[in-house]
């Protein structure tokens, strides 16, 4: 599982999942591991948790992945629309 991550930007805080190295086998001789940095292309490429082939792949073989979703926290907002009401039948 990733862990949810917040930095501030220019706009406010920034939100991403941290994916660590995944391979014990794969060490770096720096002291953190290579990072890559993933940033989505706008309200139809925002990131999610879910299963990622592409993550998946780097995090196996060494690196760390950011996956960086600006603009909204990882975790659902409240809403601030009332809840509709049922007008019955």
Partial sequence: ????????????????????PANAECVSSESAPPLLVKAHGGPTG???????????YFTSRGFAVLDVDYGRSPAPLPSSEPEPTNPGP
């Avoid at 949810?4 to 920034?14: I, R």
């Avoid at 925002?46 to 299963?51: E, K, P, V």
């Fill in 46 to 56: 925002a990131t999610s948790n879910g299963f990622n082939p592409s993550i998946q």
């Fill in 1 to 20: 599982m990733p862990q949810v991550v917040e930095f501030p930007c220019p706009l406010g805080t920034a939100y991403g999942y941290y994916y660590p």
